[in-house]
């Protein structure tokens, strides 16, 4: 079998068409333009990538990006304070606190501090804490988790009684996209750095998301023929052959495990594209929760 390759660009792309569509009708019935405030604290180059991208993406789909940046040296309550100016400020719908804080920050106090209705990243307790829980529903859901979940619910009809495999439990993807598949009817298991036989419980997966960050980690021979596998890990190993001496690759081992899997997202192209379309999908529902 050779797996049918899941192209997260072109899903991304519709999702930032859709959105830039949103924005233009609530402008046109005469609605404020949603946006976003980001706020970086020190000089973490992989984060300042990241804001960077986020405002560019905003900026396309017409919605405003205002961006706060405050030193590593900069105080907790300082953080918190700009949290709560910014939960107080029309303007801004949606606040994005880049993570990870610098060390010595609790993280979860200024997440804590995000208005639940601002907190577009989906990393405010409350929210995390609503999808955890039967018969409550968060107001967002986090960016990748829900990258995830759009691509296997386009992919699969219904994932209702599918076992499913989630790779990682981390707060930011493993642990919320097991939440998500477990709302959506799946039987889920959670595997991690103490899961013993790792290839054997990935084996009974019908759908695998791989989120542990070990480059390729996932083999073929692990994989269940016919899997819709996603992968989530991005990683740089070293490639003299690349003009910047590495590559990107997955969790998963994409040419071992796409002559098995019925469907499998690459790496880059994959999930990646997602990730920010759903910040801007998640702003302009923050704008809509509004007005
Ligand atoms: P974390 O490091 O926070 O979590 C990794 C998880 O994998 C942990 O739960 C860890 O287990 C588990 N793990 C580590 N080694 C193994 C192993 N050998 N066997 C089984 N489980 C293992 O990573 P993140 O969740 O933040 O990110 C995961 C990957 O996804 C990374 O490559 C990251 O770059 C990528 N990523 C991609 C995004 C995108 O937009 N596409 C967004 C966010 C992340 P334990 O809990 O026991 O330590």
């Avoid at 560019?56 to 990006?65: D, F, L, Q, R, T």
């Avoid at 907190?119 to 986090?142: S, W, Y």
């Avoid at 992919?155 to 439990?169: C, D, K, T, Y």
């Avoid at 707060?171 to 009817?185: E, F, K, S, T």
Wanted: with cysteine; hydrophobic share 45%; glycine share 8%.
């Amino acid at each position: 079998m050779t797996a049918r390759i899941i192209d997260g660009k072109a899903i991304g792309e519709a999702i930032r068409q859709e959105v830039a569509l949103g924005v233009e009708q609530r402008l046109a019935a005469g609605k404020t333009r949603p946006g976003l405030a980001t706020v970086l604290v020190g000089e973490n180059p992989a984060s300042q990538v990241y804001v960077k991208s986020k405002q560019k993406a905003c900026a396309e789909v017409g919605i405003e990006s205002f961006g706060f940046e405050l030193s590593k040296d900069a105080r907790q309550n300082e953080v918190e304070k700009l949290v709560r100016e910014l939960n107080a400020d029309p303007k801004v719908n949606g606040i994005l606190v880049q993570l990870p804080l610098p060390s010595g920050f609790d993280e979860e106090r200024v997440l804590s501090a995000i208005s639940i209705e601002k907190d577009v990243d989906g990393f405010h307790p409350l929210n995390i804490g609503r999808l955890a829980q039967k018969g409550r529903d968060p107001l967002f859901v986090p960016c990748t988790p829900a990258g995830v979940m759009y691509m296997l619910e386009k992919e699969i009809p219904s994932l209702e009684g599918m076992n499913a495999v989630v790779l990682g439990r981390s707060n930011i993807v493993g642990m919320p996209v097991a939440l998500l598949l477990v709302r959506a009817n799946a039987t889920v298991t959670i595997c991690h750095s103490r899961t013993r036989d790792l290839a054997s419980v990935v084996r009974t997966a019908d759908i695998l998301v791989a989120a542990v960050g070990k480059p390729e980690m996932v083999r073929g021979d692990w994989v269940k023929p016919g899997a819709v596998v996603i992968d989530v890990g991005i990683n740089h190993v070293d490639d003299a052959t690349k003009p910047r001496g590495y590559r990107l690759v997955g969790d998963v081992c994409f040419e071992e495990v796409s002559q098995v899997a019925q469907a499998i997202t690459p790496v880059p192209g994959g999930v990646g594209p997602l990730t920010i379309a759903m910040l801007l999908k998640n702003t302009l529902h923050a704008a809509n929760l509004r007005d």
